[in-house]
């Protein structure tokens, strides 16, 4: 049993979001519940935290092989997603999250693997 994440926001220290799972397994959000509906734009942020996802594709620097077709435009926040580089959903640390939208993320984890051993279905 993996220890639970906390949340990958700066100044947010709150335990993840447990978003159900599959064969025992527990998957954790990369945010706890507050700023979870905060992304969503259901409530605020609290006071002094400040969310890790961009408003835009990072991949606009062409760190996947191929640059964004968006160009580092702003996006909408649901066709973002947050991305652990080292597909390890539990390492939520600055340095291994970057934002990328659906289709760059999906190309991602397709050409990688990351979800391989993960399947929900």
Do not use: W
Not at 76 to 88: E, F, G, T, V
Request: with cysteine; glycine share 8%; charged share 25%.
């Amino acid at each position: 049993m993996s220890k639970r994440p906390t949340c990958c926001n700066i100044n947010c220290n709150r335990p993840c979001h447990a978003s159900g799972g599959t064969k025992g397994a527990t998957h954790y959000r990369p945010y706890c519940g507050k700023c979870h509906h905060a992304a969503m734009g259901k409530r605020q942020y609290s006071e002094g935290v400040t969310p890790i996802k961009k408003e835009f594709c990072e991949n606009k620097d062409g760190r996947l092989g191929f640059k964004c077709y968006a160009r580092g435009r702003k996006m909408p926040s649901c066709m973002l997603d947050l991305d652990h580089i080292n597909a390890d959903r539990n390492h939520n640390v600055t340095d291994n999250l970057q934002t990328l939208c659906k289709c760059c993320h999906a190309y991602k984890s397709k050409m990688n693997g990351d979800n391989a051993n993960q399947r929900r279905y």
